[in-house]
């Protein structure tokens, strides 16, 4: 019996996610940033839902007072820079993945996914 190629599979998605890195950065993956037009912003808002216990993402062209600077337009995602945010919400920073829903101007994650 012949050789079989292996061709390794690299765990990207084509579903619009954020993810959460140990660095305390939210990603957007290449997806997300071509559905919600993510690189026409520069800055984002963040919001946090207690009760719910979501993370709400409000894009905007606009600085303003919380306006954090979004980082890294390149080819793979965007992402931005959130440690502070992170730990207020308790969230922790470990390496998670999250499927984004629009609700009216926010991008909006749960924690349970």
């Known amino acids: ?34 559905k919600f037009r993510i690189d026409e912003y520069p800055y984002a808002v963040l919001y946090y839902d207690r009760e719910g216990d979501r993370i709400g993402i409000e894009l905007t062209k606009d600085i303003r007072e919380g306006a954090i600077r979004i980082l890294g337009k390149g080819q793979t995602g965007i992402r931005v820079s959130a440690k502070s945010f992170l730990s207020y919400c308790n969230w922790g920073v470990k390496r998670q993945r999250f499927k984004i829903r629009k609700e009216g101007i926010l991008l909006v994650i749960n924690k349970e996914g």
Do not use: D
């Open 1 to 34: 019996m012949g050789f079989e190629r292996f061709e390794r599979k690299t765990g990207k998605t084509m579903s619009p996610v954020i993810s959460l890195w140990k660095c305390g950065q939210i990603g957007f993956n290449k997806a997300a940033v071509q």
